[in-house]
T-cell receptor, first 112, second 115 residues
Framework: AQRVTQPEKLLSVFKGAPVELKCNYS??????LFWYVQYSRQRLQLLLR??SRESIKGFTADLNKGETSFHLKKPFAQEEDSAMYYC??????????????FGKGTLLTVNP | NAGVMQNPRHLVRRRGQEARLRCSPM?????VYWYRQLPEEGLKFMVY????????ESGMPKERFSAEFPKEGPSILRIQQVVRGDSAAYFC?????????????FGPGTRLTVT
């Protein structure tokens, strides 16, 4: 069974501080990992995916297969980063690669 | 392109009534997915539809829930005889082709409250 765990429900940092949102996963095959973000009163939107190895809005995430983790990091948090962040995975191949499994989310608050 | 549209945004139903949730995918998207988010939980996959076809309904409760995506018009998620446990946010997503090659775009969600 596939599972995504985000151990922190809430995370609060000060502006300019580094931030790391943790994500661990369980999947028997080769997963694709995503981070989604939901700003206040807005819809869920894709922040980044591991396969594209991009940096979006200063955020990066590296897939660590040994630790089965996909932590989201940003060296200097900004107030506008305050949002709910969801880690998600899907299979890369096979019949159900369209099915996303989400973690419960981490609410990030960046204080001035 | 207006993005994925869902209506209503908020829906209140009494126990035993029916709830109909609508989703209009983005223009040119023929794949629709429904997810449910219970309080304090992550989004959970319910069903995947293409035009006039249900591809995967493995996440749908066996009773009272149904979904369709007709040739014309929006996708509908229908919940009959609602119970308090159906109170949740229901999200629709669409993609031009299957995830991950076509990463889905999410709608704003419908928040269903059963009283």
């Amino acid at each position: 069974a596939q599972r995504v765990t985000q151990p922190e429900k809430l995370l609060s940092v000060f502006k300019g501080a580094p931030v790391e949102l943790k994500c661990n996963y369980s999947y028997s095959g080769s997963p694709e990992l995503f981070w989604y973000v939901q700003y206040s009163r807005q819809r869920l939107q894709l922040l980044l995916r591991h396969i594209s190895r991009e940096s979006i809005k200063g955020f990066t995430a590296d897939l660590n297969k040994g630790e089965t983790s996909f932590h989201l990091k940003k060296p200097f948090a900004q107030e506008e980063d305050s949002a709910m962040y969801y880690c998600a995975l899907s299979g890369r191949s096979g019949g159900s690669n369209y099915k996303l499994t989400f973690g419960k989310g981490t609410l990030l608050t960046v204080n001035p | 392109n207006a993005g994925v549209m869902q209506n209503p945004r908020h829906l209140v139903r009494r126990r035993g009534q029916e709830a109909r949730l609508r989703c209009s995918p983005m223009k040119g998207h023929s794949h629709v997915y429904w997810y449910r988010q219970l309080p304090e939980e992550g989004l959970k996959f319910m069903v995947y539809l293409q035009k006039e076809n249900i591809i995967d309904e493995s996440g749908m409760p066996k009773e009272r829930f149904s979904a369709e995506f007709p040739k014309e018009g929006p996708s509908i998620l229908r919940i009959q005889q609602v119970v308090r446990g159906d109170s949740a946010a229901y999200f629709c997503a669409s993609s031009p082709n299957s995830v991950p090659t076509g990463t889905p775009f999410f709608g704003p969600g419908t928040r269903l409250t059963v009283t």
